[in-house]
């Protein structure tokens, strides 16, 4: 049975950082591209992508230079580095495959306010 599972979310000051931690089991994931996604309105927004071996990576202009991804495929986890964060990070948070194959978790909300 295929399960994502976000956490590492909460609320954090403008200018704060937080790590998020997607446990992935039930699939292949040290052979799988991996992404975070978001949503803070009726779209879900792709923030980063990661590719299996995790040697390479890309983002949305919004994050890049802000967030990093990266995985730890021993331990079937995908994380997500946010840094210098802005209240329009402000979002539940997600991770799935670039092509959103999988069952969606629950996410893990992040909140950027002072």
């Known amino acids: 049975q295929v399960q994502l599972v976000e956490s590492g979310g909460g609320l954090v000051q403008p200018g704060g950082f937080l790590r998020l931690s997607c446990a992935a089991s039930?699939?292949?994931?040290?052979?799988?591209?991996m992404s975070w996604f978001r949503q803070a309105g009726p779209d879900r927004e792709l923030v980063a992508t990661i590719?299996?071996?995790?040697?390479?990576?890309e983002y949305a202009d919004s994050v890049k230079g802000r967030f990093t991804i990266s995985r730890d495929n021993d331990k079937n986890i995908l994380y997500l580095q946010m840094n210098s964060l802005k209240p329009e990070d402000t979002a539940v948070y997600y991770c799935?495959?670039?092509?959103?194959?999988?069952?969606w978790g629950q996410g893990t909300a992040v909140t950027v306010s002072s």
């Open positions: 590719v299996s071996d995790g040697f390479n990576s």
């Open positions: 799935n495959t670039p092509w959103n194959t999988l069952d």
């Open positions: 039930g699939f292949a994931f040290g052979m799988s591209s």
